[in-house]
């Protein structure tokens, strides 16, 4: 594949990946955050039960923080190494070029405007038929 028609002008994949790589180390940040508290909230449990109900939802929604950005990072370490190998640009499932808007403003896609839609598509839950039918 043409680097060229991949990413974009050289401006373009510089910009992208300047804005890919400060995303990551956000993304680090945010995720060496999350699991420092979810290792403080553990370490400072008093033994009480309402003290350990409390503390548990607590690291329950740092660990669903700590999983997300973990997802969102590994998204962005994904399109900056199809950045540095040529591929970004191209929609991963079928291949098709990305639109370069697509690709400016959401650099970590990985698929289509199709593609995508078709994923979504395939993940929404299905309709219950109303009832009687």
Do not use: Y
Request: proline share 5%; with cysteine; glycine share 6%.
């Amino acid at each position: 594949m043409n680097d060229e028609h991949a990413a974009g002008p050289p401006s373009d994949r510089q910009r992208l990946h300047d804005d890919l790589t400060a995303r990551i180390e956000t993304l680090r940040r945010r995720k060496d955050s999350a699991e420092a508290e979810i290792a403080t909230l553990w370490a400072d449990c008093a033994l009480d039960a309402v003290d350990a109900g409390s503390t548990r939802a607590a690291v329950a929604e740092a660990r669903v923080r700590a999983d997300e950005t973990r997802g969102q990072l590994e998204q962005a370490l994904a399109a900056r190494r199809r950045l540095d190998d040529g591929t970004f640009g191209s929609c991963v499932s079928c291949g098709a070029p990305i639109d370069r808007e697509r690709m400016l403003a959401v650099p970590h896609t990985e698929l289509c405007v199709s593609c995508r839609r078709d994923h979504e598509s395939r993940r929404a839950p299905a309709r219950a038929a109303p009832p009687g039918r």
